[in-house]
């Protein structure tokens, strides 16, 4: 079983709901691991525990909506990376729940920068890498007790990752051509495969089951997003023609040129992810990276997320990259929402998270300051009502599964 929801009140705060205006001296009211009521005149039941908030504030806990904490573990080498089955340029069936090891020290610096829930996704290896999760990132002993949802997106990448790897091998895809034809192909044989399921379901005959296909007709069915790694100009434009060819909901990962169609972008509502931030120009396609390219999406009127793509920036340095946006341009308000509501409604967990509302997880977190300006730290820590991180003599602490569950 996972951690119990809990009930606490959390009072006397600065409260920045995100979706909607703060509230100095507020109360965030925490019954049963959902938040019942946000303001300030808020009914404290006696037999609840308090939390006073003085001086503190309060927010939503961050959702990392592009990382591969869990599957690409940290000090343990090859040993402990699973993110690319790069065996196959189409590996749509491979999940990534089933490589997440809950105990990589990611989840942890995740508490600590004020992260309570992540989309783990494949990495970029493959044209068609395969199906992400969304997780909370403390709470259970197994990674199944700490789904939000199994059924977000599908992770794709096109350009320079694919290329590489498999041109390495001697084998399609070795060119941004044959990148795009993986892609397609993948679309039309799931296609091709709807019809003759629906056909046989209809006549009461059995079928041959696909998992890749499967997935794929998921996708095309409006069921899963398309998580598209993305760099260049170039490949956003081919991103956008493949959803324009079959139809599917599409979402631009990192997003560096998108700049360049920022125009384009919002006129066509495409969300992008956006990041990571704190890299260097690594590669070709990442000539034009800059932080302030965040800034001129979001001035044309793309919604964005912000990115760590955890290990490559470390998971809890997700608000100092927002930290540095709003340097560089971005709106706080947009900043602040790059890192709850925004990534909560890209992958459809807004039911559960992203914001200090009514009805949504109690997924909380108190923080010295405000949590943009670099010297803040997350305090406290609350996922469905209960404490799972506290800053205290000059250190976190982490609430271990061994204080959680008996042996």
Do not use: C
Not at 72 to 81: F, L, V
Not at 304 to 325: G, R, Y
Not at 382 to 391: K, L, N, P, S, T
Request: glycine share 10%; hydrophobic share 45%.
């Amino acid at each position: 079983m996972k951690t119990a929801p809990a009930s606490v009140a959390i009072v006397n705060a600065y409260l920045v709901p995100v979706a909607g205006d703060p509230v100095d001296g507020g109360t965030v009211l925490i019954e049963s691991g959902r938040i019942t009521a946000v303001g300030r005149d808020v009914a404290v039941p006696a037999d609840i525990d308090v939390v006073d908030a003085s001086g503190k504030w309060v927010l939503p806990g961050f959702v990392e909506a592009h990382g591969h904490v869990g599957i690409d573990e940290e000090a343990n080498g090859p040993a402990g990376d699973d993110t690319n089955e790069m065996t196959a340029p189409n590996t749509a069936a491979v999940r990534a729940i089933d490589a997440i090891n809950i105990d990589d020290e990611g989840f942890r610096d995740a508490l600590a920068g004020g992260i309570t829930s992540v989309v783990v996704k494949p990495g970029s290896g493959n044209p068609i890498g395969g199906q992400t999760v969304a997780i909370k990132t403390w709470g259970g002993r197994t990674i199944d007790e700490q789904v939000i949802s199994d059924a977000v997106s599908v992770k794709s990448a096109l350009g320079e990752n694919p290329k590489r790897v498999y041109g390495a091998k001697d084998k399609t895809p070795s060119t941004r051509l044959g990148v795009a034809l993986i892609i397609r192909q993948a679309f039309v044989e799931a296609q091709d495969y709807i019809a003759a399921r629906d056909a046989a379901l209809e006549a009461g005959n059995p079928y041959t089951r696909d998992l890749a296909k499967e997935t794929i007709a998921r996708v095309l069915e409006g069921e899963l997003a398309w998580d598209q790694h993305t760099h260049r100009h170039d490949d956003i434009a081919t991103a956008i023609r493949l959803a324009d060819e079959f139809g599917y909901r599409l979402v631009i990962n990192h997003g560096t040129e998108g700049h360049k169609l920022a125009d384009v972008l919002a006129e066509r509502d495409i969300p992008v992810i956006f990041g990571p931030l704190f890299t260097s120009r690594s590669k070709v396609e990442l000539r034009d990276r800059a932080i302030r390219n965040l800034a001129t999406l979001a001035a044309a009127g793309v919604r964005v997320a912000i990115t760590t793509d955890h290990p490559v920036v470390p998971i809890n340095f997700l608000v100092h990259q927002a930290s540095l946006a709003v340097k560089e341009g971005l709106p706080r308000d947009i900043a602040l929402q790059a890192l709850t509501v925004n990534p909560a409604s890209f992958m459809r967990i807004d039911d559960r998270v992203g914001a200090l509302t009514p009805g949504l997880d109690g997924d909380v977190v108190v923080w010295s300051g405000d949590p943009l300006d670099v010297n803040s730290r997350a305090e406290r820590v609350f996922i469905e009502g209960a404490e799972v991180y506290r800053w205290a003599d000059g250190r976190g602490h982490v609430v271990e599964r061994s204080e959680r569950f008996e042996a």
